[in-house]
């Protein structure tokens, strides 16, 4: 939603060969991807925004899968000196503009907690060209995953019996409207 409202492309690309489902920790994984997405979104003013999961170039054992989760834009950029400090605490890199939506913590949460999963932040970048984040992490991957998580009586919502309602959706940010109206547009 954000890349759209920038007018920049988002472009979700998975490897065909990936299992369908790994077990990790969903929460720490979301936060640093978000974090990684949001970031490369908000140093992109033309161009695109790439997130890509792919095979990982390192060895699983039996009943794993090493996976590439790697975010690429056509941003800003920086230079090697950046680089070595964009992960430090509270340092933020950049003109002061896109340096006063944020503390400068996120990225050094990331690399702590894919530290704390057995992985380390890769960074390339160059000024004026874009960034690319990415890590490697073993997961287990999720038998019978699919069993579990669907229910077979259950059906699709398509719409709803009776007169035509009208929602009123409020919300201060733009983000939580934006997905109850996607959600909900759909059923008239």
Do not use: H
């Amino acid at each position: 939603m954000r890349a759209e409202q920038k007018g920049i492309e988002f472009v979700y690309d998975i490897d065909k060969q990936l299992s369908l489902g790994i077990t990790a920790d969903e929460k720490r994984l979301r936060q640093v991807l978000i974090n990684l997405l949001g970031n490369a979104i908000k140093f992109t003013d033309a161009g695109q925004v790439k997130f890509r999961v792919l095979l990982g170039e390192g060895s699983a054992p039996e009943g794993s899968v090493c996976l590439r989760f790697e975010i690429t834009d056509t941003g800003v950029g920086m230079n090697p000196a950046q680089i070595e400090k964009i992960c430090q605490p509270f340092e933020q890199v950049g003109d002061d503009t896109r340096k006063q939506a944020g503390t400068g913590l996120g990225l050094a949460i990331s690399t702590q907690i894919i530290g704390m999963m057995g992985s380390q932040l890769s960074i390339e970048s160059e000024a004026n060209v874009g960034s690319t984040f990415s890590f490697e992490m073993i997961l287990p991957e999720a038998k019978d995953w699919t069993v579990t998580t669907l229910d077979k009586n259950k059906g699709t919502i398509v719409g709803y019996e009776g007169d035509r309602r009208t929602v009123l959706v409020v919300d201060d940010r733009w983000e939580n409207r934006s997905v109850l109206f996607n959600l909900l547009e759909p059923l008239g």
